[in-house]
């Protein structure tokens, strides 16, 4: 289903992708000289990960969907259909650059009214792999709600997998699982760097707050992150558990950017999710979303006190608080293990 075009076109973009066919690079010596961090106590077996899609530039908007629809987690967000997306300048795609999904930053709107802003579905499904997002920038602000997940048909038993979310002026990163019945987060199984937030990670009765850890980095989201010019989540999602790791742009591993990804030689992931106490058919025909939202659900309830001390709706009335809302994206690609 992904054309050889985007391909062909990654190769264009970009010397760093110029590997993209080259996959036995993987364990010449040189690239093991690198491998200088300590080994997982998980994951010490080695997989072999091949390229399966690239989405960069003109793929966002060949190979992914817009969608148009009231949010459904409540936001003040008039969601744009591609064309309109385009027109506005919300959604801009550069095949030599970062592509950018961003908020509306120039209308005074009413109380109450959504402000326009952008979110994107691959068209394909994946029920497994190595997903790297390269960013360049993300959005934040009172009342910003950007995510970049993962989610399955019939939700919640579809599953979902949330790699980049937080709100506000938050810093550090949260990565959430949401899942039908039957599922918990064991952390103490496997070493992780990140702290637990919660271990039920079933939707039920309202009750969706899953299981979830936090980045200790305060490089891992919001102005941290941007400052630094971003950088990489790269979540494994095997028959074994769920595994996200975040580098920032001067840690990323040489393999990530050699497009030879070896998760075995990155340490710890920050997040980890076994399936031992939750399953693995609590995941399938999964999705990737990249959105930005504002107040609704989790941003709605976390205004009115500390850095965005004003109403979350008085925040979205103002244009000048979007001018950090855009997500600036360098690549989205997705590995299988063979
Ligand atoms: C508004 O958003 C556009 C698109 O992301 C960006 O290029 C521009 O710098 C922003 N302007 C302001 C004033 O925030």
Same mark, same amino acid.
């Given at each position: 289903?992904?054309?050889?075009?985007?391909?062909?076109?990654?190769?264009?973009?970009?010397?760093?992708?110029?590997?993209?066919?080259?996959?036995g690079?993987?364990l010449t010596?040189?690239h093991?000289?690198?491998?200088?961090?300590?080994?997982?106590t998980?994951?010490?077996?080695?997989?072999?990960?091949? =390229?399966?899609?690239?989405?960069?530039?003109?793929?966002?908007?060949?190979?992914?969907?817009?969608?148009?629809?009231?949010?459904p987690?409540h936001?003040?967000?008039?969601?744009l259909?591609?064309?309109?997306?385009?027109?506005?300048?919300?959604?801009?795609?550069?095949?030599?650059?970062?592509?950018?999904?961003?908020?509306?930053?120039s209308?005074?709107?009413?109380s109450?009214?959504?402000?326009?802003?952008?979110?994107?579905t691959?068209?394909?499904?994946y029920?497994?792999?190595?997903?790297?997002?390269?960013?360049?920038?993300?959005?934040?602000?009172?009342?910003?709600? *950007?995510?970049?997940?993962?989610?399955? *048909?019939?939700?919640?038993?579809?599953?979902?997998?949330?790699?980049?979310?937080?709100?506000?002026?938050?810093?550090?990163?949260?990565?959430?699982?949401?899942?039908?019945?039957?599922?918990? =987060?064991?952390?103490?199984?496997?070493?992780?760097?990140?702290?637990?937030?919660?271990?039920?990670?079933?939707s039920?009765?309202?009750?969706?707050?899953?299981?979830?850890y936090?980045?200790?980095?305060?490089?891992?989201?919001g102005?941290?992150?941007?400052?630094?010019?971003?950088?990489?989540?790269?979540?494994?999602?095997?028959?074994?558990g769920?595994?996200?790791?975040?580098?920032?742009?001067?840690?990323?591993?040489?393999?990530?950017?050699?497009?030879?990804?070896? *998760?075995?030689?990155?340490?710890?992931?920050?997040?980890?999710?076994?399936f031992?106490?939750?399953?693995?058919?609590?995941f399938?025909?999964?999705s990737?979303?990249?959105d930005?939202?504002?107040?609704?659900?989790?941003?709605?309830?976390?205004?009115?006190?500390g850095?965005?001390p004003?109403?979350?709706?008085?925040y979205?009335?103002?244009?000048?608080?979007?001018?950090?809302?855009?997500?600036?994206?360098n690549?989205?690609?997705?590995?299988?293990?063979?």
């Amino acid at each position: 289903m992904h054309s050889f075009s985007v391909l062909l076109a990654s190769l264009l973009v970009s010397p760093l992708l110029a590997n993209a066919f080259g996959h036995g690079n993987a364990l010449t010596p040189a690239h093991k000289r690198h491998r200088n961090r300590a080994p997982s106590t998980y994951q010490k077996k080695r997989a072999s990960y091949t =390229l399966e899609d690239m989405y960069t530039g003109d793929s966002f908007v060949n190979d992914w969907s817009f969608f148009s629809e009231a949010d459904p987690t409540h936001g003040t967000v008039n969601y744009l259909a591609k064309d309109a997306a385009i027109q506005a300048g919300l959604a801009v795609t550069n095949n030599d650059g970062p592509s950018t999904f961003s908020v509306d930053n120039s209308t005074w709107l009413g109380s109450g009214q959504g402000r326009n802003s952008v979110r994107i579905t691959s068209n394909k499904q994946y029920n497994g792999g190595l997903f790297i997002a390269d960013f360049e920038k993300m959005p934040t602000g009172c009342s910003t709600w *950007p995510a970049f997940w993962l989610v399955g *048909p019939s939700w919640p038993n579809g599953g979902e997998i949330d790699i980049v979310e937080g709100v506000n002026v938050n810093t550090k990163n949260q990565y959430t699982l949401h899942t039908g019945d039957g599922c918990t =987060l064991d952390a103490t199984l496997r070493v992780s760097t990140g702290n637990v937030l919660g271990s039920n990670c079933v939707s039920s009765n309202g009750d969706n707050s899953g299981c979830a850890y936090t980045d200790p980095s305060e490089n891992s989201y919001g102005a941290g992150f941007n400052d630094n010019h971003g950088g990489v989540y790269a979540t494994v999602w095997d028959s074994e558990g769920i595994s996200m790791y975040f580098f920032s742009r001067c840690d990323i591993p040489e393999d990530i950017d050699n497009e030879t990804p070896d *998760p075995s030689s990155w340490g710890s992931p920050v997040a980890t999710f076994p399936f031992t106490s939750c399953t693995a058919d609590h995941f399938s025909d999964m999705s990737m979303v990249l959105d930005t939202t504002l107040c609704g659900d989790w941003a709605g309830g976390a205004t009115g006190s500390g850095d965005c001390p004003k109403s979350c709706n008085e925040y979205v009335m103002d244009p000048t608080n979007f001018a950090t809302a855009a997500w600036e994206v360098n690549y989205i690609a997705v590995y299988q293990n063979n």
